[in-house]
């Protein structure tokens, strides 16, 4: 399509490198494989070597962590992923829903550094973890949604407690899932069953919730991420109105965004969210 309408309006060399730029620019090349890029797009000559540099730069695989299996370091499903650190000591926790464990790697190295967790119901183990989150020490939240608790790790991947229970009180939860942390160190969980966001001191002391069943301002139905931003704002996915929700740091109702569709900027049955170093 890009090929036919530069050729169209007279060429690159017709049009000005320039402009071809700004107009390849405005289209999701994003949807490509590096691989089309490299076979279909780079040989066109629509993009100048400058953009393809700084595509290539944007859309580049900078490092894969695990592969299929049971092994150590492999996955039969991956849920959610934490990253937490700097440097040589930056980690990424990702959530094996299926094999009731959460792997830990090291970013730089790329290796396997931890495995938390196994199949049951006793003090560390899950029946179906969904989300992880870490704090500004490095502890590990883990959601379970089988079980009805969140189970905090240590930096080493050791059990150090867990709370929760199933119901619809405060500090119950019913099928947790998303996880994430305000600025301030609040504990924010997506309890997608209950239809509501409850936040919690990182001992699991309720603090306030928001959120009911529905499909109006500020009512979910299923909640199944959480995304807090710098400011303290959060965004929650709400999976059966096909929406993302944006509230204030008290939970006060924002904006949606989003609505049920195939089109551009709508949903089907989103599943995850998360926002980049400038919100």
Partial sequence: FVERWVRGNGGVEGMGREAVDCVVGEL??????????????????????????????????????????????????????????????????????????????????????????????????????CGVAFNHRGEMFVSDYELDRISVFDASGSYLRSFGSRGAGEGNFDSPKGLGFTPGGELVVADSGNDRVQILREDGTFVRTFGSKGTGEGQFDIPIDVAIGGDGRMYVVDQGNARVVEFDREGGYVREIGSRGDGPGQFQKPFGVALGEDG
């Fill in 28 to 129: 999701d090349l994003g949807q490509l494989s590096l691989k089309d890029v490299k076979q279909i797009v780079k040989p066109s000559g629509i993009l100048s070597p400058h953009r393809l540099i700084d595509f290539f730069d944007e859309y580049a695989v900078s490092g894969t962590f695990g592969c299929f299996g049971t092994g150590p370091g492999q996955f039969k499903s991956v849920a959610d992923v934490a990253v937490h650190g700097e440097g040589s000591e930056e980690r990424v926790a990702a959530v094996d829903a299926k094999a009731c464990r959460v792997l830990v790697f090291n970013v730089g190295s790329g290796a396997c550094v931890a495995c938390v967790g196994s199949m049951g119901n006793g003090p560390g183990q899950f029946e179906y973890p």
